[in-house]
């Protein structure tokens, strides 16, 4: 989900600026650095797989992170607490942003990036391999914790609903769909502030685990909860979050949209993550 929008200054054609922009649909990046012997943008290539990789790594460290919060919690007594789980969860999606968003757009997470296909923002062919990548990153994740913790340490650190199944659903349905609108202003729309894109996100995230976590564990996230699942063998109510983040996150995309092509503007961006796009003219 780490690039940003282009800042007014850029798109005023400020020829001192040296930025690094990306298409993610068609695999380059482009720099804005000028020579005295061109003034046009130089083409990086990016490839798919460093895509994939990229989404791998980056959901492995943030579900890594964050479920270790949670079995350290649960080994001792609560040392962590469930604000300091919160702050791990939305720190941990912050660096991840601003890391790696501007070379796979900082997905990390199927409902966003089936979402962002279904509003046209993101190649439809490339979401199985993305889903598939954002999969085994919070499955590997998984496994390193089981490996590092256990006999009595070893904890489920996956979602279950502590209340009823409806309850469960209507509350990652709604707190998702949050998610997704915030990241659908931040990322699609050049009129946000971009450079705030990541703590937008990573704050949004830290928000829902603080008030939604002791309910359902605040998945947001069918592969945050996939993962644990698979390597505990643990698969009560996983039904919840593999369906409804996906609703929640495809109605916040969509309301965005309803939301903000009120006008035409040129400053609205067409693609689906935190990456910089080519000035104006």
Not at 253 to 267: G, I, K, M, Q
């Amino acid at each position: 989900m780490a690039g940003t929008p282009p800042s007014d200054e850029t798109k005023g054609g400020n020829n001192n600026n040296n930025e690094v922009l990306m298409n993610i649909d068609n695999d380059t990046i482009i720099s804005n650095k000028q020579d005295s012997s061109s003034s046009q943008p130089t083409s990086i290539p990016v490839s798919f797989l460093q895509k994939l990789v990229a989404e791998v790594v980056g959901t492995y460290f943030l579900i890594f992170a964050g479920c270790a919060a949670v079995v350290v919690n649960k080994n001792h007594d609560n040392v962590v607490t469930l604000p300091g789980i919160s702050i791990v969860w939305g720190l941990a999606v912050t660096v991840l942003v601003y890391s790696t968003g501007h070379i796979s757009g900082a997905h990390f997470n199927p409902a966003v990036t089936i979402a962002f296909a279904t509003t046209r923002r993101f190649p439809l062919k490339q979401v199985p391999a993305y889903v598939a990548a954002q999969v085994i990153g919070s499955t590997l994740a998984s496994g390193t914790l089981r490996l590092l913790f256990t006999g009595k340490e070893n904890q489920f650190a996956g979602t279950l609903a502590a209340g009823s199944e409806l309850q469960a659903f209507v509350l990652e349905f709604i707190i998702t769909f949050y998610l997704m609108f915030i990241i659908s202003g931040v990322a699609t729309d050049s009129r946000a502030v971009g450079e705030l894109a990541g703590l937008a996100v990573g704050s949004t995230v830290l928000l829902n685990v603080m008030f939604a976590g002791a309910i359902t564990g605040a998945s947001m996230n069918p592969a945050r909860s996939i993962g644990p699942a698979i390597i505990h063998s643990e698969y009560r109510g996983i039904w919840i979050y593999l369906t409804s983040p996906i609703l929640g996150a495809i109605a916040g995309a969509w309301v965005y949209n309803a939301l903000r092509h009120t006008a035409p503007s040129p400053s609205l961006r067409t693609t689906a993550s935190f990456v910089k796009q080519p000035p104006t003219d």
